[in-house]
Each structure stands twice: as C-alpha cells, then as structure tokens.
C-alpha cells in the first residue's frame, strides 16, 4: 500500500476510535505498517487530531527507532506495536495495523483478570475465541511482557488481540481500519458479556 494511502487510514481509524468514544483524552495508540518499519502515533496529542498529513505521528523501525525525527518521540507503547508485527512476520500473521485503547467496558471487565467470553454470534463468528486477558505490571508494554504475549500467538496465531489487566485493549488487524473495527468489537463485547452478567445476577434471566 502507498504510504499516502497508509496515512489517510490512520487518519480514519484514530478519528473513529476517538468519535465512537473507545478512547478519550489523549490515551491510546495506533499505527500502520509500512515498508521498512512502522508509523505509530507520537507522544501525546489526542487521536482526534492526528491527521494524513502526518501531524501526531512518527515513523521508526520495529525496535521503536525514529526514521524521520521531525515527528516527534513515538508514543511509549512503541515496544508494543513493534512486537505485534514481529510476531506476525515470525508467526505468518496477517497483520497491517494495530489500535491500543482504553475502551471502558473491555476495562472493566480485565479485572475479573478472565478470557473475555465470545458472548455474542459476531464474537464467535469474527473471532471464533475467547479474547485473553494480560496482566502486566507498568503503564506500558516492556521487553519483560514479551513471553507472556508471544505464548498466546504462538498457541493461537489468528488471535485477533488481547486485554491488558485495568489498561486497554490491543487489537490487531490486516490494515488499521481493521484493527480499530477490531477493538469496536472488543468493547462491544465486553458490555454486553457485563449487561448479561448483572442481569443474571438480577434475576433477569
Ligand atoms: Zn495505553
């Protein structure tokens, strides 16, 4: 894909996880794959206003070093975007982008620290597994997580993504409109595996 074409959707993704309300703020992260490396978002600044021209940006290596420094320092989940596209030139995973987002719901559910269940027919249809939950340590993904997160792709090299423990969701995809339709679905998900819970609970059903 042209890297022109690559920005552009970027630009889509990150206004769309902004707009649906999957981040707010200036949290959460994306990127893109492209020739050569990557183009992940910079440090700070809001997903609402990255753009296709470049601005919010920055392009690296996948071990997080900058090609063009007038973006910026990277966002600190550089190790994390790295590592996704890694494992899937290693494990022949067809992966093109990748949204990180503080999604509520998904949140909310990572601290019961179980697999989110396929609740619903499009779970078990788009994804066809239970989305694991990572509990790591820091505010951001380091080389010390890579074990645990490499295990899962390993066992399951069509995981689509994961949970991290009372952090965000990670979501993987062919392009990055993919990844962030992903991680719509992730939260979806987790609201509904939630509402269905406490209606139990209520005797609801
Ligand atoms: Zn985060």
Not at 41 to 63: I, P
Not at 126 to 136: A, N
Request: aromatic share 6%; hydrophobic share 40%; glycine share 12%.
């Amino acid at each position: 894909m042209e890297k022109a074409k690559i920005y552009e959707q970027l630009e889509i993704a990150a206004h769309r996880a902004y707009a649906r309300g999957i981040q707010t703020g200036n949290g959460g992260n994306c990127s893109a794959r492209m020739e050569g490396g990557m183009i992940v978002k910079s440090s700070g600044g809001s997903l609402a206003d990255c753009n296709k021209e470049g601005e919010g940006f920055v392009e690296t290596t996948l071990d997080g070093t900058v090609l063009a420094p007038e973006g910026g320092k990277p966002t600190r989940e550089v190790f994390l975007h790295g590592l996704m596209y890694r494992l899937a030139d290693e494990l022949g995973m067809n992966v093109g982008g990748v949204m990180h987002c503080h999604s509520p719901w998904a949140i909310s559910w990572s601290y019961s620290k179980k697999a989110l269940p396929m609740t619903t027919l499009h779970m078990q249809l788009k994804v066809g597994c239970d989305l694991p939950v990572v509990d790591v340590k820091t505010a951001s993904v380091q080389p010390e997580d890579e074990p645990a997160i490499r295990k899962l792709f390993e066992e399951n090299p069509k995981l689509p993504g994961f949970i991290l423990v009372g952090h965000g969701v990670v979501a993987l995809g062919k392009d990055i409109l993919a990844a962030e339709h992903m991680a719509e679905l992730f939260e979806e998900t987790a609201q509904i595996a939630i509402t269905k819970a406490a209606c139990e609970k209520l005797g609801i059903y």
